[in-house]
């Protein structure tokens, strides 16, 4: 029998708020935050939109950490913050190694390598920034978690493309149900509104002109979004002993490969890690209430998803409640998990299902209850999140009440 | 009193320095400054442009002798000294 792992504490940050209440509001409201960038230089990019946070919050990070940090490292140390202020988290003396933190990351410090490229590219500076080493490494944003924080248990940072946010908190679970710490800070984070990134997103084809529109026969591709999802997990007994606020269960995860193409998904593979997840987990397919899809609007994904989600759930498939909250707050790409695991521990604490927004037209090989535009009432027991990914890398969260 | 090496460094600090902070002498220790230890060597590395130099200087070798910005004066006052 696995420790119970249970989450105490949650914090976000994207463009639809910059805190998680704000974000769960949002959602369940189905409004989404898609809309033209206006904070980044877009140079010569095709693409406009994104889903950007507009302005950051006050967040009290002192000046020193700031200066050495890409904006992807500021925005997991924000939603840290928000997280461990929730759950009442104390690192001291006696504890503090006992505590760790895992960021998932699927791209990297972008903002530092492109202000060193046009420097001295363009500008014809001689050196690039001094901390453009620390900046860009992708392993930046757990450290300067354990930093702000001060935990010194295990501190790494996860990558796996999208499904990086997911792989960090099962990893992280994992670090507790080995006894090697008593609670962890994850979740995932991303900043890829720069222009490398952009113009290498726009060469592959995959962007939606207008907006996000998952499950949608007119669904054009995805968008991409900035942010970060950060949660305290911890042993229900640690939770319990110290009178924390338990806001939902960690149940399990499912974490498979497909194996095949670095671009295009498999059915088999995302199959493949739900079924894993909920063996993990202990529930049977008819356990679960709602499922917070990949479904990042592309033809292909939406519709393997759902090839995929049918294989596990046979005829119950219908029975479920899906959604895919990236037409509200984009593909965020590492923090996607973490921003979706909001959606989740949300919908099962307050029974609301929130909704697939800017849903045109129905498709026929997407035929499930997607929960087009409008929240949907519902009592959820648990609740699963899927996260699929370029590289085949598959990672699936589920999430059940206390 | 400050020559003029030493105002423009300072000058630069005060520029990365917390706006509220204490005045900035030749005496204040750099540790007090609160600023990254990495965003003090970019500082001096900032003097190659303005005095037509190359600092070779190693940024651990850097820190571990220099404790005031007095200190970083002359370390910078003798780099352009030997170049010269």
Redesign the interface.
Known sequence: MHKRVVITGIGGICGLGTNASAIWGEMRAGRSAIGPIVNSELHDLKVRVGCEIKALPEHGIDRKQLVSMDRFSLLATIAAREAAQQAGLMPHETNTFRMGTIVGVGVCGWEAIEESYRAILLEGKSRAGIFTVPKVMPGAAAGHVSMNLGLRGPVFGITSACSSSNHAIASAVDQIRLGRADVMVAGGTDAPLVWGILKGWEALRVLAPDTCRPFSADRQGLVLGEGAGMVVLETYEHAMARGAEILAEVAGAGLSGDASDIVAPTIEGPEAAMRFCLVDAGLNPEDIDYLNAHGTGTKANDQIETAAIKRVFGDYAHRLSISSTKSMHAHCLGASGALELIACVMAIREGIVPPTANFREADADCDLDITPNVARERKVRTAISNSFAFGGTNAVLAFKAV | MADQLATDIISKIKA?A?PSGEEITTNTELTAL???S??L??II?DL??EYGIEIEMNTVDAWSNLKNVGDMVEAVRALIAKKA
């Open positions: 990365h917390e609160g600023i990254h990495l965003e060597t970019e590395f190659e442009e």
